[in-house]
């Protein structure tokens, strides 16, 4: 009953909260490595610039693979797509979690790379399934939804390594064992509940091309009217974010002299705060402006985040610095992808949005290791220089108001 009384309240399809269950569970299957896969890349004995290639070992493969799985899911339907690229977390995280050498902990993250295209999928069902009017409050739901899984992860990661070890695995291994059984589970789901959203009509011969794995398609696509702006709009976002993530960790433990237990309070921190503004301030925000102007904001607010936490680097000060991040950085992706949802077609909606989902992957790539160089002159250089290139990203997003689509007051008038 209350969760009939949940979907009539936000007046969205039974299959959208389907979908958006499976894209949590598959967030906390993500997400529960993240706190361990630094320590974990230790016993391995890699050094720092080792354990961040790590993270792109994971994201440039998924920068090649998201956009095919996007278009195979146009051409054969979403749900056969979606349970390969679940099954592909699966696989990669039982790899890692028993693997006795380093180079099997790479392959896994490559795996899981190539086969990740599951967020920019159900993001397609999302588009599939929901009318003009819903779309933004349904992407910023999904995304709120997406985003606990923030919080849920770190936390079920802890428990996970008290949990008595199996055979070879150690504790930090068991968090991959648990973040497998998770994936599994959501593709249990989409297997036996979600049904095939994508119309007969819009399905097309299977046939792969290579022009589908090709990188001049993806590149080619930045300059694509109008979308290409949006697909670069990604790619400054998430570079200078990625920057600023990979030097989160090292600021905390060596500048403020905390330890892990205020690193895992952070995450929850963020992702709880993260999780309340989608869902209960994206909305009222969306009705009176245009979504540009919301982006802009919120990429801009946390550029000037960005450049607060290492001028004032105390613990107090961190974390209401923090609880501002944490709501702001909850807008920009779930905006943008609303924003090209609105102004393509059905037929393509996974091609675009899986290759929004690239750039997103590429700029998860080469962020880690560029923030790995500047923290070697020192703790704060990161912060600095990714505070000024968000602002200048929000300036960027400002200039492009006049050429897209959007709902909103601010698109109506």
């Known amino acids: ?21 499976i894209a949590f569970i598959n967030s906390v299957s993500f997400t529960i490595i ?24 994971y994201a440039l493969p998924q920068f090649i ?17 979606l349970v390969v690229s679940l099954f592909g977390t699966v696989l990669s995280g039982v790899v890692a979690a028993v693997t006795p050498v380093a180079w099997l902990l790479y392959v896994a993250r490559m795996v899981d790379g190539f086969t990740g295209g599951n967020t920019s999928i159900a993001s397609a069902v999302v588009s599939d399934i929901t009318t003009v009017e819903q779309r933004a409050r349904a992407f910023g ?28 695995v150690t504790s930090l291994g068991m968090s991959f064992l648990v973040g497998a059984v998770i994936a599994m589970f959501a593709t249990i789901l989409t297997i036996f509940f979600l049904p095939e959203t994508l119309p007969p009509s819009e399905k097309h011969q299977f046939r792969l091309s290579l022009n589908d794995f090709g990188f001049i398609r993806i590149f080619q696509s930045a300059v694509r009217p109008k979308l290409g702006n949006l697909f670069v709009l990604t790619f400054l976002s998430g570079s200078s974010f990625t920057i600023f993530t990979f030097a989160f960790q090292p600021f905390v433990l060596e500048v403020l002299n905390q330890d892990a237990k205020t690193l895992a309070i952070t995450f929850a921190v963020v992702g709880m705060v993260g999780f309340i503004s989608q869902v209960f301030a994206l909305e009222p925000l969306r009705k009176k402006f245009n979504l540009i102007d919301i982006l802009s904001l919120s ?25 501002i991040f944490g709501f702001v950085n909850s807008f920009p992706m779930p ?14 909606q996974g091609e675009v949005l899986g290759i929004n989902a690239s750039y997103l992957s590429i700029s998860n790539a080469i962020g880690p290791p560029i923030s ?9 250089i990161p912060f600095w220089i990714t505070g000024v290139l968000t602002v200048l990203t929000a300036c960027f997003a400002f200039t492009l108001k006049s050429n897209f689509k959007c709902e909103g007051k601010g698109s109506r008038e």
């Not at 009953?1 to 269950?21: A, G, S």
């Not at 195979?72 to 979403?78: Q, Y």
């Not at 905006?335 to 393509?348: G, M, V, Y």
């Open 1 to 21: 009953m209350k969760f009939r009384n949940l979907r009539e309240q936000f007046n969205l399809p039974l299959k959208f909260w389907i979908v958006t269950l």
């Open 335 to 348: 905006l943008i992808d609303s924003i090209l949802s609105l102004n393509s077609t059905q037929r393509e």
């Open 372 to 380: 790995g160089l500047l923290v070697s002159f020192g703790y704060k």
């Open 141 to 168: 739901i999904f995304g709120a939804v997406f985003r606990l899984g923030f919080v849920a992860g770190p936390a079920l990661s802890y428990v996970a390594q008290q949990l008595p070890t199996v055979g070879s």
């Open 299 to 323: 990429l801009f607010a946390r550029g000037i985040t960005f450049l607060l936490i290492p001028t004032f680097p105390y613990l107090t000060a961190f974390f209401i610095i923090i609880v």
């Open 34 to 57: 993240i706190p361990l896969l630094y320590p974990y890349a230790k016993q391995f004995g890699l050094n720092d610039f080792q354990a961040s290639l790590l993270t792109t070992a």
């Open 65 to 81: 693979g998201t956009p095919v799985l996007g278009r195979l899911s146009d051409r054969l339907g979403r749900k056969p797509l």
